[in-house]
């Protein structure tokens, strides 16, 4: 396993983090992303930490709460070997259960350390951005938080780029913690994280930690033109997929270099990422202990750079303003992190 700073700070994460989405299944909404056990969480914790993973991530809302008591369950007695990263910004009812006020924020960290089990929670993002709670009240209580103890980390997840920014301010014009991680959507069939977020967290000394990577199952392979429609991808359920054609164009690509380096599009998938900069880590949701298996062979894979620069032209995400006058008049001054935009993945 590869392990990679976690923004600026002296945390070390691995590149290949487990995520736990897929534990409990509890209503249609959840089951829909897996419904493993808390025996089979076990299982694969155990097939995680064989393979060096040393950060497994959650959220209070993951079927409920009942994620986070499986993740509490399967490190029961090896709590010291693992780095566990929840969330919270959804609630379950009432007006002030949602958001990211202090009265919310501090329910939902104490409810999270009851259900994992745990006295402290190593990394606690912000699942969302909430325009009507001061940035002052959320930043202050997230620093009380790692003061007390209970939080040691802060990260971020689903802000805008002008969100991002505003937050980080906030911190640093009243000595608050910062930010050291943001949680973002990122993958081949989607990397419109690179017009913001990607630079601003380069720049500010946040690491990216990319949720659904495989772009929930549609870039393994099994998803190729012939065998599925256009119009069924533009309708997929779990995520909206704007180009159909384009994805394909991306898959069959991933399925070529996959072939030629006797790997599976999944891990050609992973490893591209891992290649991009910035990247501290990808969270893998495996149904099954032979995907997480397969998942996890991702970090020893080395893509050569003809193989980077294809998946780079086919998956380029368009240059919308003022990206395209920059990248015309102004890259003979870019700096790295804007280069997480304009520069292939390397």
């Given at each position: 396993?590869e ?13 290949l ?5 897929t534990f409990?299944g ?8 897996g419904?493993?056990?808390?025996a ?7 097939l995680?930490?064989?393979a ?25 007695g ?25 009265h ?13 089990g745990?006295d ?23 620093d ?9 980390y802060?990260?971020?997840?689903n ?31 989607c990397r419109?994280a690179?017009?913001?977020?990607l630079?601003?967290s ?31 991808l533009?309708a997929?359920?779990?995520?909206a997929v704007r180009?159909?054609?384009k ?12 072939d ?6 999944a ?38 750079p ?11 995400p ?5 990206h395209?006058?920059?990248?015309r008049l102004?890259?003979?001054r870019?700096?790295?992190a804007?280069?997480?935009?304009h520069?292939?993945?390397?």
């Amino acid at each position: 396993m590869e392990y990679r700073t976690l923004g600026r700070s002296g945390l070390k994460v691995s590149a290949l983090a487990m995520g736990a989405m897929t534990f409990g299944g509890q209503d249609d909404i959840f089951r829909r992303f897996g419904s493993t056990d808390v025996a089979g969480a076990r299982r694969q914790v155990d097939l995680c930490l064989d393979a060096g993973v040393n950060l497994i991530d959650t959220a209070n809302v993951y079927s409920f709460g009942l994620s986070e008591e499986i993740v509490g369950r399967a490190v029961e007695g090896r709590r010291d070997r693992v780095l566990l990263s929840t969330k919270a910004r959804v609630g379950f009812g009432g007006p002030n259960a949602e958001g990211l006020s202090r009265h919310h924020l501090l329910a939902e960290v104490e409810a999270s350390l009851r259900r994992l089990g745990t006295d402290h929670i190593d990394v606690f993002h912000v699942h969302g951005w909430d325009g009507q709670t001061p940035l002052e009240e959320t930043m202050g209580t997230l620093d009380g938080l790692v003061r007390s103890g209970k939080v040691r980390y802060l990260g971020v997840s689903n802000f805008a780029g002008w969100q991002l920014m505003k937050a980080l301010a906030t911190s640093d014009a009243r000595g608050y913690e910062r930010f050291v991680s943001n949680q973002v959507y990122y993958s081949l069939e989607c990397r419109d994280a690179e017009y913001e977020l990607l630079p601003a967290s380069i720049d500010q000394g946040l690491g990216i930690i990319a949720f659904s990577p495989l772009a929930r199952g549609l870039l393994t392979g099994k998803h190729r033109r012939g065998r599925v429609s256009e119009e069924t991808l533009a309708a997929w359920p779990e995520l909206a997929v704007r180009d159909p054609a384009k994805l394909l164009d991306t898959i069959e690509t991933v399925v070529a270099i996959a072939d030629g380096h006797a790997a599976t599009p999944a891990q050609v998938a992973l490893a591209y990422l891992l290649a991009k900069p910035g990247v501290a880590s990808l969270i893998l949701g495996a149904r099954s202990d032979d995907q997480l298996t397969e998942n996890l062979g991702a970090i020893h894979l080395a893509l050569t750079p003809d193989d980077l620069a294809a998946l780079d032209r086919v998956s380029a995400p368009e240059l919308v303003y003022p990206h395209w006058h920059q990248h015309r008049l102004a890259a003979a001054r870019f700096s790295d992190a804007d280069q997480a935009l304009h520069r292939p993945a390397r």
